[in-house]
């Protein structure tokens, strides 16, 4: 069974920062593409950063020089560190692993609260 897990957020002050985990259980991480997403009140779901099994990143325009996606594949875990947050950042943040072979093999956590409020 598969299982993903965000962990990390909460409030943090305007200009503070954050690292989100994800962890993974029950599949081959190492072969997992790994994105980041969120959803503000009122808003579609948007991607905020994503990394390849190549190690190839891309960013959100709102994001970039901000947001650092890494990943651990010793820990089945992918990170987001997030560093001068501003309120347009406060959301709820999800993490998506796709399978790079069969993209239909994707699965979603339960996401985790992000607040940036002083």
């Known amino acids: 069974q598969v299982q993903v897990v965000e962990s990390g957020g909460g409030l943090v002050q305007p200009g503070g920062s954050l690292r989100l985990s994800c962890t993974a259980a029950?599949?081959?991480?190492?072969?997992?593409?790994l994105d980041w997403y969120r959803q503000a009140p009122g808003k579609q779901r948007e991607l905020v950063a994503s990394?390849?099994?190549?190690?190839?990143?891309n960013y959100a325009d709102s994001v970039k020089g901000r947001f650092t996606i890494s990943r651990d594949n010793g820990k089945s875990t992918v990170y987001l560190q997030m560093s001068s947050l501003t309120t347009e950042d406060t959301a709820v943040y999800y993490c998506n692993v796709v399978n790079q072979f069969q993209p239909s093999r994707n699965y979603w956590g339960q996401g985790t609260q992000v607040t940036v409020s002083s």
């Open positions: 029950g599949i081959a991480f190492s072969i997992y593409n």
């Open positions: 990394m390849r099994t190549s190690g190839q990143t």
